[in-house]
């Protein structure tokens, strides 16, 4: 049956979902910042609007009443006011619509930067706050319960912790292994955690078409973490060059902390939620799998 679809932060994730969601049949409103990006996706069921998600604007330019409301939207820009400005901000202006009408469903993807462990422990979703978590965890973390303890619109809520995102064009070790010469800054000896953009897509309508996936958040992993050394040495062996060696006393400008004492992540994420509730399960289960689609 055609339905009417709403994606807010139409952009890496989002284009992918506008994308199967028109080749199934569905309209389908796009919110960005970005004109460029909504201009990759055309098709005549395709409704492009140009706007902030934390600002009214787009609120008239949308169905009030659709099937479906995805906000996957990104930092708004560096710092914390990036993400203030994107999560919280960006959730208060979903809240006053979707109160002034009547979606069906909305699914946001949060991220697994709610948990706050350096142990290489195994998280679940139950896991994730607590008084260590950096202020950025916290953001992220106050934005789904915004969400999700709303007594309006809650129960039609799920949040979807996504791991870290790859797939085709967007591929950021793979890049950094390339141009290391020989050298990676930072450890190699902590879990990551990732999921393809593929496996993103097919959790969005698994989480949708659930009758029991309201009220509730879920992560999203692949469901075996490598070592980023152990990843990095993959990589290096399938472009054909030596591995690089780590440097602990280097650093690099997309290093992440997610507790208040600096600590990188390093926990392994459980999908058994998603796959209990939904069905789901990754077609793609490792950084191998998916890198073999991409055609590494």
């Known amino acids: 049956m055609r339905k009417k679809c709403v994606i807010l932060g139409c952009g890496y994730v989002g284009t992918a979902v ?4 028109l080749a199934d049949g569905h309209e389908v409103w796009g919110v960005s910042r970005n004109s460029d990006t909504l201009a990759q996706i055309e098709h005549d069921s395709f409704y492009p609007v140009v706007a902030d998600v934390d600002t009214a604007e787009w609120h008239a330019q949308v169905p009030s009443s659709p099937a479906i409301v995805l906000n996957c939207v990104s930092t708004a820009g560096p710092g914390i006011e990036g993400y203030r400005k994107s999560y919280i901000g960006g959730n208060h202006s979903v809240l006053d619509w979707a ?3 009547n979606p ?4 946001y993807t949060g991220s697994t930067a709610v948990y706050p462990f350096t ?11 607590g008084e260590d978590l950096a202020e950025s965890g916290k953001l992220v973390l106050e934005s789904e319960k915004m969400l999700l303890q709303d007594p309006e619109i809650g129960d039609r809520c799920t949040v979807l912790r996504l791991a870290g995102i790859y797939g085709p064009s967007r591929h950021h070790l793979l890049d950094a292994v390339k141009r290391s010469n020989g050298v990676l800054p930072g450890r ?4 990551l955690n990732l999921i393809f953009l593929d496996d993103i897509v097919s959790a969005v309508d698994a989480v949708w078409h659930s009758p029991i996936a309201g009220g509730k958040a879920y992560n999203l992993a692949d469901e075996t973490p490598p070592t980023k050394e152990e990843m990095v040495s993959w990589l290096a062996e399938r472009i054909g060059c030596t591995a690089p060696k780590f440097d602990p006393e280097a650093m690099d400008g997309r290093r992440m902390r997610v507790n208040r004492a600096g600590g990188s992540p ?7 939620r998603i796959k209990q509730d939904t069905g789901w399960s990754p077609k793609y289960r490792s950084f191998r799998d ?5 055609g590494l």
């Open 18 to 21: 506008a994308r199967n969601w």
């Open 99 to 101: 109160r002034a009408g």
């Open 104 to 107: 069906e469903r909305i699914v």
């Open 119 to 129: 142990d290489g422990r195994e998280v679940w979703e139950d896991d994730a706050g």
């Open 188 to 191: 190699g000896d902590y879990f």
């Open 266 to 272: 390093n926990r392994r994420v459980k999908i058994d």
């Open 290 to 294: 998916g890198f073999e689609k991409i």
